[in-house]
């Protein structure tokens, strides 16, 4: 069994190709499904967010699985494996482990200890469980990823003050005007990132914040949040009267499909109307060809770049600090792996004495006579289980605590030898 990462994210791949390998959490169980049900696919997970796709997965066959994998992501997206593979990254085994280590921490964030991340992450790890992707080896990896970003929340600053990609994209806004507060605002969707966005205007003095959403109710749940900032919410339907209203628009929604285009824009902005789009969602929500219009600037995740280096070379110490507590996390891992490989002598040692237990048992109880050994046989089969159980305990918990590869081979050759256990083999690779 090898551990692999299949995947593309801001450092590999442009917007146009990540929101084409986008998958919406609408869509995961249909692509964990299709994945899974390859013939050298055991398990697998996978984390979409605005800045990445990663595909998670446990093979029998590395060369295949790879293979099964990629041909999914041509699939998907619709492009040819040739052009994709050089947006794609692959990653196996330590790797592995260690790039979704980095990731849960916020340290392969465009946004260096952003926080959100840690939530995705989560949601990959629920999702693959509910869908039956995930298995013993990938939850295993995943909670020990969630432990990781936790304690480098809670043990180093890396966090504190972090800018988000919300707050980028709010920074980005107020380097192209002279204040937020002379203004009109208005944002395209109501979820957590929108959340943030009015969050952000609203400690930067923005006066005026108008939210768009398909669902009225829910963002006037989110300006309900906001009160003392003055926030109007408009259907979908009013969108382009609300953002005929504004200066500078935010589109964070979840559509799959561009909102805004060069037409709708022709149409209801007047050409001497000075208009800012900032475009933080994957897919995008702004089509691109509105970067024709004179009186458009037009921004998108990947124009962020240049406003989040300012705000991280503080915190390059602090993730110096996180690398180091992501060694323990990684090394834990390392070793829950390793003694994997004494399952098959543990399993098989357990069958025997199993065989032996219940044959004496057998014998046992016949000497008893009939009448007592139907009064008495659970008592008796619950004794032997647990005497077993105990004779074992010991040596199988000291078996896989053994941190010393071959030491804990020879162990286990040992008790191949002592026991007679037949048909027992691991991996002299591992």
């Known amino acids: 069994m090898n551990i692999a990462v299949i995947g593309l994210s801001h450092k590999t791949a442009p917007v146009e190709v990540r929101e084409k390998l986008s998958i919406p959490e609408p869509q995961i169980e249909t692509a964990l499904t299709q994945i ?3 013939p050298h696919v055991a398990e697998v997970s996978i984390l979409s967010t605005c800045n990445r796709l990663e595909i998670y997965f446990v093979t029998h066959d590395t060369q295949l699985g790879i293979r099964e994998v990629c041909q999914f992501l041509s699939e998907h997206s619709k492009l040819p494996l040739e052009s994709l593979r050089q947006h794609l990254f692959m990653l196996l085994q330590e790797d592995a482990v260690t790039h979704l280590m980095r990731v849960a921490a916020g340290l392969d964030s465009l946004v260096l200890g952003e926080g959100q991340i840690l939530a995705q992450v989560k949601q990959a790890h629920k999702l693959g469980q509910q869908y039956k992707g995930v298995g013993s080896i990938l939850n295993r990896l995943f909670k020990q990823a969630l432990t990781a970003g936790k304690r480098v929340r809670t043990e180093t600053s890396i966090g504190t003050g972090a800018v988000s990609i919300s707050s980028a994209a709010v920074e980005l806004a107020q380097m192209k005007v002279d204040s937020l507060a002379n203004y009109r605002v208005a944002i395209l969707g109501a979820g957590k990132m929108s959340r943030l966005l009015v969050q952000h205007l609203a400690a930067k003095g923005a006066g005026s914040i108008s939210i768009i959403n398909r669902s009225v109710a829910r963002a006037q749940e989110l300006a309900n949040q906001f ?3 003055e926030v109007q919410v408009y259907p979908i339907v009013e969108m382009m009267v609300a953002i005929a209203n504004a200066d500078i628009i935010f589109t ?5 499909e561009p909102l805004l285009n060069r037409a709708k824009l022709e149409a209801h902005i007047p050409s001497d109307c000075r208009l800012i789009l900032i475009d933080i969602s994957v897919p995008r929500n702004v089509h691109a060809d509105v970067n ?5 600037q ?6 962020l770049k240049a406003v989040v280096a300012q705000n991280q070379e503080s915190r390059r110490q602090m993730a110096q600090e996180a690398e180091a507590l992501l060694e323990e996390e990684i090394e834990g891992f ?3 792996w390793r003694s994997l490989e004494t399952v098959p002598t543990i399993s098989c040692l357990r069958d025997k004495m199993e065989t032996i237990r219940a044959q004496e048992l057998e014998k046992a109880l016949s000497r008893l006579g009939s009448e007592f050994a139907e009064r008495h046989q659970e008592v008796i089969e619950a004794l032997t289980r647990g005497i077993v159980n105990k004779i074992l305990h010991d040596p199988m918990v000291q078996l896989r605590a053994q941190q010393d590869i071959e030491a804990r081979r020879k162990a286990m050759q040992t008790l191949q030898m002592l026991f007679n256990l037949e048909g027992v083999s691991y991996n002299q690779n591992s």
Do not use: E, K, Q, R
């Open 298 to 303: 037009a921004f998108n995740v990947d124009d």
């Open 292 to 296: 024709g219009l004179d009186n458009i």
């Open 36 to 38: 899974y049900s390859y």
């Open 334 to 336: 390392d070793a829950w």
């Open 227 to 229: 009160p003392a900032a």
């Open 252 to 256: 964070s929604t979840a559509s799959t």
